[in-house]
């Protein structure tokens, strides 16, 4: 027979030592909240000791902030609101130079029938196509600014990331080199799934420090989540704490290319991270649910569950992003009804 | 020829959390044969013997009812092998008290202890039969299941064994614990039985016996606030409506009486029951 | 500044615009009759006004009946069941109930509009649940009405005969439904009385009924207050009385019942505690206890009134919950967007005021959220009161309001002693991520109904109603029939009667 403490002792041999003694990247956010020797196991036990989420509640409560009805003025602020939140994004096999110039065109110009539509806040596209969106955009890139619109790049072997660090690395680092302000990561879901966060969490902190330019300023780091491939809300609220933890200034739903894509439960439990997140440091972090989102009467939904969460105070292309295409012609349409009294058609607003 | 031997007789006293006091009172009562012969100094309850039976049940309601219901099933299987180990006493009880036949009084104690036997079975059943799961319109788990209500409070109808026996049993099936007041004419063979549970795996408080004038004691227990139901089965005679009102103070729930002896029957386990819904929500998520 | 700054002037997203639901809709009388044996009548009583509680408008003139008229009502009852009722087969009672179902479903939302502006419960609720439930109701007990023999209550069990039911304000046509849909469907008539305050849509489904062409006298509906409703109960011709509403009428109506052979149930008040362990499913469980009090503005005798909520995380449950109290909306209740609406009288206010004074005086800590109280009607800020002693009242009493009470425990056996500690036994809710500790728990807790990790679910098929002085007999499911059946089996009720 053998001695309890051996089938203790053998199981940690097995798991718990190798995980103590590997040391993860200290970033600032982690250190401060898991003390300075920051290893995979601290990472595992804070990650594991969240709150539990109750997936019915969630989803009554995000069902319930879905039945706001948005009239009027409240109405027609939303919908300008939300086409300046909208990352407008291609991410097709065969997008072209010529395609992306007019994904900027339309991003400059939404409404040619009516200029006081503002513009979107940042184009997204592949990394390669990054020269194209910067040139398109001329004068009007924001780089970073909060004039102009920004150009996103999705990176690390986007959509899937299954790729060496080495080339997840390059490829953000080419697409920052040519000019993105922003970097949409995808985070390593087979490692997530199979335990390894601190995998997860390292290369998230080494895509962070890839985003650096040469003058020391970074892009902007979306995490995505892809949560149509993390099975449980639980997992959700893991991978977003962890994403935070590592440095992301955003958490992102998904890729676009996983069904589900963004829903409301998702995007209201990651909105519930934030908010807990600044109540625990002060700190703001962005949401962007991404995918699935065409009408505005969906985007108006996500508004509302901003607001009610977070904070109106989060509505703003600085802690809320829209990852959608088809969206910004429906608010259009909205937009036009809600201007001339008389229903509008698919013909009064532009294909990009 | 020697001469008879002298018997001893059998002093009765009340059944109060497993012990056998006499009335805190001190009052007995003549129980007398049907041919008017003397039986037994049977102990007077006062208001305070009920108050301390109540007091003993209410002790003894979560062990009970937190025995499983095969536990409680077995433990009352036991009365009925002791009682049957006894039958010769109890008919000749019988006999004594209500002056009926031997045959008569060994039909009386066997229905009482099939009767019993019936009941026992019931232990780990009746929640399948009075419960359910429930198909809500969501997505929840929910399930119905009959729980004891506590305390019950009995008037014991009028007869020896069988009518002690038909409604005590129902009563402790489902996990309750019982203040019974027995037959005020016939009580002799509730004590008898209180001295088989003495002895058997029945949890001392689970039964409680008070002897003496229903009419005296069952406003008391009517009236308790701590009693959480109320069987009038044996109250024909009394002013039971008085009873009943007095019960809705604190809302008991309240079987009326009944003529003769009630059949064996679920709805009797049930009536002393609280279904208990629980919801809890389900997903994959 | 982006342009739309502007749009709004500087007002709040959050506020959003008005989205009142349409009054349109609705087409009212100025005044209703009591609704006996399948006509609106005139009332013997003096009439009285209903008005909206939101802005203490006058709605309607209702009818007032007095003794006459509640006998008049009984005997139309009678003689509908006697001629009629128990004639039809189960199914064609069913049928009817499923008309009614389905009439239900098309004037939804003419009945939720006038439930809301008669009640003043928010429309969201009314619209998205009340109504709902109501037609949900009927398609339940429609399909038991010819399978009774099915029901677990042994064979082919009879039908009482004249149902008597008098129900509350705080969900006029839930229940209603909860009260007519079994009654019908085992085979009773039925005569109702709708709560003072709020009689509108209880009329409104007089007029449903018509349209089902139910044969008169099944089903009579008088208007009145207290005193209309004790004459019914005490109508000697009744066969059965089904109350819900508050302890104190509950147990003055058992009194009255006593020894009369009627098969009474009483669904009455409640206490229920909200129990949060530390390591419950943190979000949901403060979504759980705003729905779980301030649902109806805490209008529900099965309300999560007395937080109980482990103390070591007690701040941060108490501090979660006053932010998203934060972001409820108080006001007119036929806003679409309305969370909190009118208080339903003067007299609940009122009463609602004293306790809370009460809870103050007894050294609690108050903390109101911030709302805007209407000038008109009768409004009351959802209220927190934090450090609540297991003595103080409002600890044990039913305040019937949007007012929440918080104690703490440390262990689950403590969780459990103090949640059983009152005379009621209704509803609780447990929160944990922890299978085990919530069924170990959900055993030990003196209560009907128990929700684990979600609060205030209601369905027909789910059998309601409580422990103690919260009431007996319970209302939905296979359970909710054996109220309005006399079993073959069952001890009989009548059988002490013949003293």
Known sequence: MRHPDKLLWSYCCNTMTIETTVALA?????????????????LRLHLEGLSGVDAVGLEQRAAGLGTRSIKTTSKAWALDRI??????????????????????????????????????????????MVPYAVDALGSAHAAGTDQGINVAAVATAFPSGRASLRVKLADTADAVAAGADEIDMVIDRGAFLSGRYGEVFDQIVAVKDACRRADGSYAHLKVILETGEL??????????????????????????????????????????????????????????????????KDAIKYLVTVAETAGEQWLSPHLFRFGASSLLNDVLLQRQKLHTGHYSGPDYVTID | MTAARLAIPKTYKLYIGGKF?????????????????????????????????????????????????????????????????????????????????AAAASKQVDAAIDTWVWYAGWADKYVQVAGNGNPVAGPYFNLSTPEPTGVVAIIAPGDSLLGFVSVVAPALVAGNTVVIVASEKFPLSAISLTEVLATSDVPGGVINVLTGSPAEIAPWLASHADVNALDLAGAEDLEWVDLQISAADTLKRVLPPVSGIPSPSLDRIVAFTETKTVWHTKSLL | MPSSELNLAGNSFLEYAPAPESTAILHLRDSYGLFIDGDFVAGHGKSFATISPATEKHIAEIANANEQDVDTAVAAARRAYEKTWSKLSGADRGKYLFRIARLVQERAR?????????????????????????????????????????????ASPRALGVAAQVIPWNFPLLMLAWKIAPALAAGNTVVLKPAETTPLSA????????????????????????????????????????FTGSTAVGRAIAKSVAGTGKKLTLELGGKAANIVFDDAPIDQAVEGIVNGIFFNQGHVCCAGSRLLVQENIHEEVVDRLKQRLSTLRLGDPLDKNTDIGAINSREQLERIRELSDVGEAEGADRWTAECVIPENGFWFAPTIFDNVSTSSRIAREEIFGPVLSVLTFRTPAEAISKANNTPYGLSAGIWSDKGSKILAVADQLKAGVIWANTFNRFDPASPFGGYKESGYGREGGRHGLAAYLQTATAPEAHEGAKK
């Open chain 3, 203 to 242: 009329l409104l489904f007089a007029e449903i009924l018509q349209q089902a062409d139910l044969p008169a006298g099944v089903v009579n509906i008088i208007t009145g207050a207290g005193d209309t409703g004790q004459a019914l109960v005490q109508h000697p011709d009744v066969n059965k009385v089904a």
């Open chain 3, 110 to 154: 003419e009945l939720a509009v006038a439930e809301s502006l008669d009640n003043g419960k928010p429309i969201k609720e009314s619209r998205d649940v009340d109504i709902p439930l109501v037609a949900a109701w009927f398609f339940y007990y429609a399909g038991w009405a010819d399978k009774l023999d099915h029901a677990g209550l042994g």
């Open chain 1, 83 to 128: 086409i300046e939140l909208i990352d407008l994004t291609t991410l097709e096999g065969a997008d072209t130079p010529g395609k992306v110039r007019s994904l900027v065109a339309k991003a400059l110009l939404p409404d040619p029938s009516d200029v006081t539509a503002p513009r979107v806040a940042a184009v997204c596209v592949y990394g390669d």
């Open chain 1, 231 to 296: 099975n449980t809300y639980d997992n959700v609220r893991r991978a977003s704490w962890l994403s935070i933890l590592a440095g992301g200034d955003f958490i992102k739903t998904s890729t676009g290319k996983v069904s589900p894509a963004a829903t409301l439960p998702v995007t209201l439990l990651m909105l519930e991270v934030v908010r807990d997140w600044h109540r625990l440091t002060g700190e703001k972090v962005g949401v962007k649910p991404a995918g699935g989102i065409r009408t505005s």
């Open chain 1, 26 to 42: 200290p970033t600032e956010r982690a250190t401060r909240l898991l003390g300075g020797d920051l290893t995979e196991r601290a």
């Open chain 2, 21 to 101: 006091p006499r009335s805190e009172s001190g009052r007995t009562y003549e129980i007398v044969s049907s041919s008017g012969a003397f039986l037994a100094n049977a102990a007077k309850a006062s208001r305070k013997d009920a108050r301390d039976a109540v007091v003993a049940a209410r002790a003894a309601v979560a062990g009970w009812s937190g025995a499983t219901g095969y536990n409680r099933g077995q433990v009352l299987y036991r009365i009925a092998e002791l009682l049957e180990g006894r039958r010769a006493q109890f008919v000749d009880e019988i006999v004594s008290a209500e002056g009926v036949t």
